[in-house]
């Protein structure tokens, strides 16, 4: 399939459209496989030093939109319908977070997504998600 957004595209539309989030992410790659980098600091760590929940949870939605995005274009109003997560195993303490995200299913109106995370450098997924999203009619 051939892309609507690439990986300058991709970085522009959440700087511009996510100001409040847009530094935290980095887009790497896009293609079959997209993927997104969580650069971790202080803010993404619970108690005993590892990445929360909540921010691989935002790695594995922000990852999934932006491949989505990257093959119908900059859709503003396509949004979370379901989401799964499994933490798998505990993230290394002081590294980023990679996200490694394939579209299963493109529709008209719903799209699937499946994220693989790792810390970076680890042969071994952190979490894993699943997400389902609703695209607007045009």
Known sequence: MKMQMDVTSLTAFLAAHFPQVAGMFAVEAVGEETVIRLKVDESHLRPGGTVSGPSMF??????????????????????????????LRKPAAGR??????????????????????????????????????????K
């Open 96 to 137: 980023d977070l990679i996200a490694k995200v394939r579209v299963l299913k493109l529709g008209r109106a719903l799209a699937v997504g499946d994220a693989l995370i790792y810390s970076e450098g680890g042969a071994e997924p952190v979490a894993r998600a699943s997400m389902t999203y609703a695209i607007p009619p």
């Open 58 to 87: 935002a790695l594995a939605d922000v990852g999934i939109y932006l491949a989505i995005l990257a093959r119908i274009g900059p859709v503003m109003l396509a949004v979370t319908t379901n989401a799964t997560i499994d933490f």
